[in-house]
């Protein structure tokens, strides 16, 4: 049985903060002298997975590490493209500890694994996001170009690298979000001259943020269908959003943006965004994340060994 067929009920991974903390400063948000409410970061969380059940979707949790304060941070975990999901590279030590429990699940999920080469840094969804038929892929901060390239050539995909120059938002998903295949939210400052070209080449409706709700990670929304979710504070975008017929929720992220993340951040969808265009021609449906699905060796019959980029 396919979950993804199951009703067209996205399915996202999401990681419980049981660990999550401010103990190092990778990203100009992060600052050890503020840290986290622990008890007010899992009521956070558990509002947002509350809502994006509420919305439809299925949750699939991945077991916190301790020690590893930044792995409910999912979306780093990998780029996911049919049944493949292509791992993560982290670009800091302190996240590299997280890649062989991320590539564990995926692995006892039964998608085909992809690595590159261990310093092609690359950051998974948090610097990839398909839009309509294109990857837009960010760079220069965390995740480095040459990876776009492989990954590239490896998915057959068309790839647009756009460089990040604002330390701020690090990740594209910081200052880019696709909402379907012809619409975009973005935060202009954050891209070189280039980036902001191609954007607007390539995107028919591209809507910018401002610096306020930027700061305030508006980019950063998950988008169920026709529902963008985002941190609280976006009275603006949400605005521009409904006039154009999207429904918008908004919930408290507060302590997490004090890592440097938000709702985007603290999920991956693991059958694709809505807005990628192999979803509709999709040959192959991304496994189930189902535990009593696997196979009692953990692994998945469907598992094809692990692939270089
Ligand atoms: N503290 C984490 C880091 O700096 C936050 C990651 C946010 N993730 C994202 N997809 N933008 O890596």
Known sequence: MDMNEQNGRPRILMCPPAFFGIEYEINPWMDRRRSNDHERAIEQWTTLKTLLESLGATICCLDPVPGLPDMVFTANAALIFRNQAILARFCHRQRQGEEQHFRDWFERHGFELLELPRDCFFEGAGDALFGGGTLFAGYRIRSI?????????????RVLSLELVDPHFYHL?????????????????????????????????????????????????????????????????????????????????????????????????????DAAAWRSDRIASAPSCDESQQSSTGADSNVISTRVC
């Open 173 to 273: 998903d910081t200052c880019f979000c696709p909402l379907n295949e012809r619409a975009a939210v973005f935060y202009p400052p954050a891209f070189d001259s280039y980036a902001r070209r191609a954007l607007s080449a390539t995107i028919e409706d591209l809507i910018p943020v401002s610096d306020a709700e930027a700061r305030r990670f508006a980019c950063n929304a998950v988008v169920l269908s026709k529902t963008v979710i985002t941190n609280e504070g976006c009275p603006a975008l949400h605005r521009e959003l409904r006039s154009r017929g999207f429904r918008t929720c908004e919930t408290p992220l507060s302590e997490f943006l004090k890592a440097g993340g938000s709702a985007k951040c603290l999920t991956l969808r693991l059958d694709g965004e």
């Open 145 to 157: 170009v040459s990876g776009h390239r492989r990954i590239a050539e490896r998915l057959g995909c």
